[in-house]
């Protein structure tokens, strides 16, 4: 799962990766997808770009 | 002092405070961070949870949603009568019941008050899968960001001096500064070097050095301040400020009275 928070500066970011994985899902630029979000500072960035969804591969081993 | 206000909204300030003590800003904005409580979960009872994430995550996850707080019904347990205990003047209990195939959000919290709500609705907390199911009851509590940062109510407070940049007449528009400025900020208009807006200037100099003439000077002006600062969605950014300011007052007050004792 999505951190809720931005490791460094403890900005809420959890509620904009549905929207940020659907959009680059359909190839759209990540940048601008950041930029469309109002995701400006280069931490809270990272958050969103680096992350890798797990749920999916743990969830047959329940 | 003065206040201009370049940029406001719900969860978001931007402006400039002239003829201010640098420590008088600095302690307004180490009070944004770390001083001005909030509400946030603090104890957590998990009934059922067969989903993928432990316990622990869960807690932690549930615990870093920020809920919008009204500081004049609830008191920090600490100064409350019960000692910390937990009554209905220092905490708020809430509900969470869910059963999968779903995406368990923050605003499937059920809370005792209806002032005490999430302030984001949309942050997931836990993907349940078919027959996973997350069951617990929760209690969140006033508390301040110097504690934990999940009652840290103000995100990347910060100031900066006021960008002065003049350029001198002997400028011989030769442009060697523009490609060096990394905000490009300087532009060359008809023949005539320009600002575009000095106040995102960062004041790093490499303009000054660049110009073999030294026709350009960039200054932090010493008593004018640009502010920046964004809520977590328990306050808005105005309300913010105004708590972190009412904090250093009462904090001051206690002073005042720790010393009139002494004496």
């Known amino acids: 799962m999505i951190p809720i928070r931005c490791f460094t500066c403890g900005s809420i970011i959890s509620s904009k990766w549905e929207e940020y994985s659907k959009r680059v899902a359909e190839h759209e630029d990540p940048g601008v997808v950041l930029d469309d979000l109002e995701v400006e500072r280069y931490c809270c960035r990272r958050m969103l770009l680096s992350h890798i969804p797990l749920v999916d591969t743990f969830a047959p081993y329940q | ?263």
């Open chain 2, 1 to 263: 002092m003065d206040i201009d206000i370049i940029e406001l909204s719900d969860n978001k300030a931007r402006f400039i405070i002239n003829q201010i003590e640098p420590a008088i800003i600095n302690g307004l904005r180490r009070s944004m961070l770390a001083e001005v409580p909030t509400m946030a979960i603090d104890y957590i009872n998990i009934y059922g949870n067969t989903s993928v994430l432990f316990d622990e995550q869960i807690a932690l996850r549930v615990g870093l949603i920020p809920f919008t707080t009204d500081l004049e019904s609830y008191v920090l347990p600490e100064e409350c009568d019960c000692n910390g205990e937990g009554c209905t003047k220092c905490q708020v209990s809430m509900t969470l019941s869910s059963k999968g195939p779903i995406i368990v959000y923050s605003g499937d919290i059920l809370s005792s008050d209806p002032k005490i709500l999430p302030a984001d609705e949309r942050i997931p907390i836990v993907e349940l899968k078919k027959d996973e199911e997350l069951v617990l009851e929760a209690f969140a509590k006033l508390g301040t960001g110097r504690k934990h940062p999940k009652w840290q109510a103000g995100i990347a407070c910060g100031y900066k001096n006021l960008p002065e940049i003049n350029i001198l007449e002997n400028c011989d528009s030769c442009g060697k500064c523009i490609g060096e400025c990394p905000k490009g900020i300087l532009i060359m208009e008809n023949d005539i070097l320009t600002v575009t807006d000095a106040l995102n200037c960062n004041l790093c100099n490499l303009c000054t050095n660049a110009c073999d003439i030294d026709a350009i000077i960039v200054q932090g002006k010493t008593n004018s301040f640009i502010f920046r600062m964004e809520s977590d969605g328990s306050y808005t950014a105005r309300n913010l400020l105004l708590e972190g300011a009412n904090t250093i007052i009462n904090n001051a007050k206690q002073l005042n009275e720790i010393l009139t004792e002494i004496e």
